[in-house]
């Protein structure tokens, strides 16, 4: 059966507009019959637009993998069965991988670690979240709103890998599961977007909009992502004061602050404040160690204190470095067939360690233009060449997460302002979440740099 909706899969993404394919199709699933098509969509907006935009591509999609003539197929679109009150949509490779079966990437070794029972549509759950003196405030405001007290609208702002998307999830999850059928809904900002694009093609805004303004509680991810869009500001806008307006409960996270974002609407700004606003920062060595033991216990592996100390006094970045140096670690010795050891930890932390305590601006600015093949000035310039544009964001990315500089000071040094940092890290996110070839080749050389300086330090660097 997932075979057979797999190869229809394929056919729809090649008869379709990539975006159309990626927002309305990806996220279904199916029961194929010998002479019927059962389709499911996440909830019942997404069921309707396909029954009125898209039964005859499904149909001629079906028909050669069905072995049956076009009207021969007995096509049923429904929203999936006790999952209508969620509006979550895969997103990145998650998106693709839910229709289409991918093969491994060549040379690597699937690794399968075990998962947490009972994981559903929602990835994370305050089970799994730890807390401490970074991130305290935000989590219980989050665990107020989920409560129905007196926390109706939450924006909660960090650097990039320290918890938004957990936090996040994990109140949807939260509330979800309280069992009293409230309608939540999920986005990020980039699928809003595409939602948006797709209903004002299709005419179906308003319908949209109104889907939006039903929910119970909302949350929007990544609302940076909105700047210099003003119709879709305009639309959220609209969103944001029906839902407050009759009491729901609304979430936003951002990888920059209220007053850091340019090109947005001053009342967007403001009905985004107006609730608690906080911020999530970088976790200390107590709370690094919590989390490493809470990552290991995940996957059924008991972590030596010793060895989780080592971790923990080295690894200062972000939670996403902790959890992959872990991961690393975990596989080299399976791979092995030997246990933890501090040896194998310290070799694992070759890889990791130290670019976060020796990259400053400078040194950033010399490792992107070795790695780019370009010139200070080059990188400095006006030109907006492909290769001068991927370096100079390569810059602001390392500088905004190895620095304590201001997108300001940022700035200053590259003569640019701070708006024009703010987008450029913006679409750097973005390509990166996306995976396209900018996106990969920025990331790349992001490994590159910090593998490099963790490896062999002063000396190279």
Excluded at 39 to 49: L, S
Excluded at 308 to 323: F, G, H
């Amino acid at each position: 059966m997932e075979a057979k909706w797999s190869e229809i899969a394929k056919n729809l993404r090649n008869m379709l507009e990539s975006g159309i394919f990626r927002v309305w199709v990806a996220p279904l699933r199916a029961e194929v019959g010998a002479r019927s098509l059962r389709v499911f969509a996440p909830n019942t907006f997404m069921a309707d637009w396909l029954k009125r935009h898209l039964p005859d591509e499904l149909r001629k999609a079906a028909s050669p993998v069905m072995g049956l003539a076009v009207e021969d197929i007995q096509l049923e679109i429904l929203a999936r069965p006790g999952e209508e009150k969620t509006a979550r949509v895969a997103t990145g490779a998650e998106v693709v991988a839910s229709v289409l079966p991918q093969a491994p990437a060549q040379g690597v070794l699937p690794v399968k670690f075990a998962t947490p029972a009972g994981a559903g549509p929602w990835r994370y759950r305050f089970d799994d979240f730890v807390t401490g003196p970074s991130n305290n405030i935000a989590v219980a405001a989050a665990r107020d709103i989920c409560q129905s007290g007196q926390v109706r609208t939450l924006f909660v702002t960090s650097a990039p890998g320290l918890g938004k998307t957990h936090l996040a999830q994990a109140a949807g999850q939260a509330i979800e599961s309280c069992g009293l059928h409230v309608k939540v809904g999920y986005l990020t900002a980039e699928q809003f977007a595409s939602r948006f694009v797709a209903a004002m093609r299709s005419r179906d805004l308003e319908e949209f909009k109104q889907y939006l303004c039903s929910l119970d509680v909302f949350l929007l991810e990544d609302v940076h992502f909105l700047q210099r869009k003003k119709a879709m500001q305009e639309m959220i806008l609209g969103v944001i004061k029906n839902l407050q307006a009759k009491g729901s409960r609304v979430i936003f996270t951002s990888s920059f602050s209220p007053r850091q974002l340019q090109d947005m609407d001053g009342q967007l700004i403001s009905h985004l404040c107006s609730g608690i606003l906080t911020s999530m920062e970088k976790p200390g060595v107590e709370m690094r160690r919590e989390i490493l033991h809470r990552k290991a216990s995940v996957w059924q592996v008991k972590l030596p204190d010793e060895i989780c100390d080592v971790l923990s006094r080295n690894l200062s970045s972000d939670i996403r470095q902790l959890e992959s140096c872990l991961k690393s670690m975990l596989f080299k010795a399976r791979l092995m067939n030997t246990g933890l050891s501090i040896d194998l930890a310290m070799e694992t932390l070759q890889q990791y360690a130290g670019a976060e305590h020796t990259l400053d601006l400078e040194r950033i600015v010399r490792l992107v233009c070795e790695n780019f093949g370009l010139t200070r000035m080059q990188l400095c310039s006006r030109s907006r060449k492909q290769e001068y544009v991927q370096g100079r964001n390569t810059v602001f990315y390392l500088a905004r997460k190895h620095t304590e500089m201001s997108l300001e000071e940022i700035g200053c040094v590259f003569n640019r302002r701070h708006s024009t940092v703010l987008r450029s890290l913006t679409q750097v996110e973005r390509e990166m979440a996306r995976e396209s070839t900018s996106g990969r080749q920025i990331a790349r050389a992001v490994d590159l740099i910090e593998r490099k300086c963790g490896i062999q330090g002063e000396a190279v660097c």
